[in-house]
């Protein structure tokens, strides 16, 4: 802690001031402080993930909004434009590739469907007979017709909602503009008044707020981009080879490239076994060798490049994070949950060296 915020006049407490009346008015006031802070918390609830995905469009639109505060000298004015820009960039791609990828969710499910209910599959894995013991085993244990109808129900109820929330997700949409347009604005009395109000020292907050920087750069355009080019990847290839829904695998394929460990190879594997299962073993080849190489290998190209040495953090730590979460936050544990774990490694660090970390 920093003990330049300690005031001189008043002398440190000691063990005999217990139950004095100066000891109980801290004891009460700290009470009240910790109460208030509890309510802020359950008020600031509902805004959570509004908050980090607009501290998410931040980071991503900051070059651009310096330049623009470089040319024009209304802070408002250049708020309100790199808030545009940030909608024009997010939004409309965003309602394209939800309208189509559902499209292409049901019609894939329907075509599963009727493979499944029509025992076409099991004609094809008769052409190879080392199979079926398997195959007859993932049928009994698994339900596979059941568990395809009750996924095409799923997909329907999912669809459903996902227009039934549209309202909400329209109002969420408009608080995350409305706080990206702050955050932009008054960014750096932001920044003061949470430095005024730390307990920790000058050098110990630039220290935290250069590693929840990093956290967030490394978050956003290493782990995020990467898999979305990852997930672009593979669409393209589900969509040159003729596989079904190639949007929304790709969708798939990216989603899975975020969370560390997993990964892409868990949709296009199986994709290339079906084709070689349907005696399309070139196509299965090319979709072999393009997923090893280019979608599993583009990450160790580009991720070194966006992120460099910005983020010091284990895969482990890092699943532990982002899938933690995710339980914990809802969506918005993707950017939340690195964030929290590398403030809690830096709030440690302090107290582990504090006088090292308060004149560094």
Not at 106 to 131: C, D, F, K, M, N
Not at 271 to 295: C, D, E, K, R, S
Not at 329 to 344: D, K, N
Request: net charge negative; charged share 10%; with cysteine.
């Amino acid at each position: 802690m920093n003990s330049n915020l300690r005031d001189p006049e008043r002398p440190t407490p000691t063990p005999e001031d217990w139950g004095s009346q100066a000891h109980v008015h801290t004891l009460v006031m700290l009470a009240i402080t910790l109460i208030a802070l509890y309510l802020c918390f359950r008020m600031l609830v509902p805004f959570l993930s509004a908050l980090a995905w607009a501290l998410a469009l931040a980071v991503l639109v900051m070059p651009l909004h310096r330049r623009l505060e470089a040319r024009f000298k209304s802070v408002n004015l250049v708020a309100a434009v790199s808030v545009l820009i940030a909608a024009l960039i997010v939004v409309v791609p965003v309602i394209l590739v939800t309208v189509n990828m559902i499209d292409e969710a049901v019609i894939g499910v329907g075509h599963v469907q009727v493979q499944v209910t029509s025992g076409h599959w099991r004609s094809l894995i008769a052409e190879h007979p080392q199979l079926t013991a398997l195959v007859d085993w993932i049928d009994i244990e698994f339900d596979i017709p059941g568990t395809v109808t009750a996924a095409s129900g799923t997909l329907s109820d999912i669809a459903g909602n996902i227009v039934k929330g549209s309202l909400q997700q329209v109002v969420e949409l408009l608080l995350i503009f409305y706080f990206l347009f702050y955050f932009l604005r008054d960014r750096r009395a932001a920044l003061t008044s949470i430095r005024f109000l730390s307990p920790l020292s000058a050098p110990q907050m630039a220290r935290l707020f250069e590693r929840v920087s990093d956290t967030l750069h490394a978050t956003l355009y290493g782990t995020f981009s990467v898999a979305m080019v990852q997930g672009a990847l593979g669409g393209l290839m589900f969509w040159a080879l003729g596989l079904p829904a190639p949007l929304l695998w790709g969708m798939v394929m990216g989603l899975l490239a975020i969370v560390p460990v997993l990964g892409a190879f868990l949709i296009w594997i199986p994709a290339a076994a079906f084709l070689l299962l349907t005696g399309h073993p070139v196509q299965a080849l090319i979709l072999a060798v393009w997923g090893t190489v280019m979608v599993g290998g583009i990450d160790n190209v580009l991720y070194p490049i966006l992120v460099g040495n910005r983020l010091h953090m284990h895969t482990m730590q890092a699943f532990i994070s982002i899938v933690g979460g995710l339980f914990v936050f809802g969506a918005a544990g993707l950017i939340l949950g690195p964030v929290v774990l590398t403030t809690t490694t830096a709030l440690f660090e302090v107290w582990r060296y504090p006088e090292a970390s308060a004149t560094e």
